[in-house]
């Protein structure tokens, strides 16, 4: 089964907000500075964003790891 690319992309956004937040908060205890965390967070969120839905997308091409479901599987 695939996947829309609006599905990836509501993931990838969801991530990066998460990834995103994780960075400031590094920065910050690196840094001691909170505008130099939010500048190293703005920066990389953009890049980082492209970068994963690129990323999930190639995933989404690949079967590898994937099993598809056999005629005895039970469907609702």
Known sequence: MGEKHYRS???TIS???VGTIDTMVISYFITGNLVM??????????????????????????DFG??????HDYQI
């Open 15 to 17: 991530w990066r907000t």
């Open 9 to 11: 992309v509501v993931k």
């Open 37 to 62: 965390a939010v500048s190293i967070g703005s920066i990389e969120v953009m890049t980082k964003m492209i970068l994963y839905y690129f990323h999930e997308r190639a995933w989404n091409a690949t």
């Open 66 to 71: 994937r099993v598809k479901p056999s005629a």
